[in-house]
């Protein structure tokens, strides 16, 4: 499996709006896309701090989602909506996951 961990500051005000663009690139989310899970989580000690977590196949089935035509549309729309809510570009971590396990 592989993972980014996708950092983002919010907006003062626009802490609400978060749930609204998750759901928005959720839309355009394709179901072989290899992506298997998206974690948005904000920053207890720091509101206006989000990560999210998204966890693929591999390396190579996300970096083909990010071209997939079919997923363009949507994004326009997830993107605007982010330029709105979110303070600067978000920074991108790249990670190879080692363990994962669900109860």
Known sequence: MWAQMITMRVKPGREADVER?????????????GLLRTTTMRDVNDPTLV???????NEERARARENDPRR???LQVARATMAEIFDGAPQFVDLTVVYDVSP
């Open 72 to 74: 363009q549309e949507g």
């Open 21 to 33: 663009a998750m759901e928005q690139l959720q839309a355009a989310e394709q179901p072989d896309s």
């Open 51 to 57: 990560y999210t977590l998204v966890v693929f196949e």
